[in-house]
């Protein structure tokens, strides 16, 4: 086991530990974020939050609705965070490295990856993290939310590709996590539509925002209601450049007895005003 080093510090976040304080600080009262920072834990344990991860000038204060429902509640044994396979390294992988940010190492849960790697038959891979960002850009949030037990934080990071059979893969994490009587929150990486001919996606040319709005909107309607099925047709039928789309499905698979809900979502283009290329981001909890 070795270290991770961060490859987005100084391109999708700040590199200093004291401006990357200040940066996620500021996406919590932002005016796209959730207006102030955590309270005082007290609510239960949250199953999982899906997350976007893109560079946080765009996607923070988005993704501070969602971190911000983690603060608030207890602190579970594990987070198990969910990645892209952006690369196309075509591995679905987890490592057992430590994870370095600007705000320290982030250690994993080893007992419970070695029991997720046994039962699913996924390898120990650190480079098949080596130059992927979804899940590194989640480490500063949640290092910042829980910066008062960064001793107990324990993670595991999976990046999720087209090799594995995604709903045996539900079963095996699943019954992984109650053999060893852990309690997890799933943090599922993900944006939303890419829209515009930097992405080759075109499907409309007028009234952008609007149309993207309800293009996402459909998505995440059947997400809320933990339709897998539903929500992997809605994104072949539509072509929608959802990035994160095996995370997603993995995730609804794995839930049970809880809905969606989403705490905020908005477009690339609104921030900055270009609709030509945008991109969608999105915060649901689940509870």
């Known amino acids: 086991m070795g270290i991770r080093k961060p490859i987005m510090a100084g391109q999708f976040y700040e590199a ?7 940066q996620l600080h500021d996406s919590f009262v932002h005016d796209k974020g959730p207006g102030d920072l955590p309270a005082s834990r007290g609510s239960p344990v949250i199953k ?6 893109a560079g946080y000038s765009y996607s923070a204060p988005c993704a501070a609705w969602g ?42 849960d080893n007992q419970l990856a070695t029991a ?6 996924i390898p120990d891979d650190s ?10 850009v989640q480490l500063p949030f949640l290092q910042f939310v829980n910066k008062a037990e960064m001793e107990k934080l324990r993670f595991i990071p999976i990046t999720i590709s087209h090799d594995k059979d995604l ?3 539900a079963i095996d994490i699943m019954e992984s996590i109650m053999d060893l009587n852990r309690t997890v929150t799933f943090i599922a990486s993900s944006d939303f539509t890419h829209y515009g001919r930097s992405y080759r996606y075109l499907p409309f040319t ?15 309607k059947l997400i809320k209601e933990l339709n897998a099925e539903g929500f992997a047709k809605y994104v072949g039928d539509t072509m929608a450049t959802i990035c994160g789309t095996q995370t997603i499905y993995l995730l609804l698979s794995m839930l049970k007895k809880t809905k969606g809900e989403l705490l905020q979502y908005y477009q690339s283009g609104d921030l900055s005003g270009d609709y030509k290329n945008t991109v969608g981001y999105a915060s649901i909890v689940f509870r």
Do not use: C
């Not at 999982?48 to 991860?53: C, E, L, V, Y």
């Not at 997720?116 to 038959?121: F, P, Q």
């Not at 098949?128 to 899940?135: F, G, L, R, V």
């Open 48 to 53: 999982a939050i899906i997350s976007p991860h």
């Open 116 to 121: 997720i790697m046994r039962k699913a038959g």
């Open 206 to 220: 007028s009234e952008v925002p609007k149309r993207l709005n309800e293009l996402d909107g459909g998505a995440i």
């Open 16 to 22: 200093s530990p004291t401006r990357l304080e200040k």
């Open 127 to 136: 480079s098949a993290h080596s130059t992927e960002h979804s899940i590194e």
């Open 167 to 169: 709903k045996q893969l």
């Open 67 to 108: 971190y911000k429902e983690i603060a608030e509640a207890k602190l579970p044994d594990t987070f198990i965070i969910l990645g892209v396979d952006h690369s196309g390294y075509g591995t679905t992988a987890l490592s057992t490295d430590s994870w370095e940010t600007p705000l320290g190492l982030m250690r994993v």
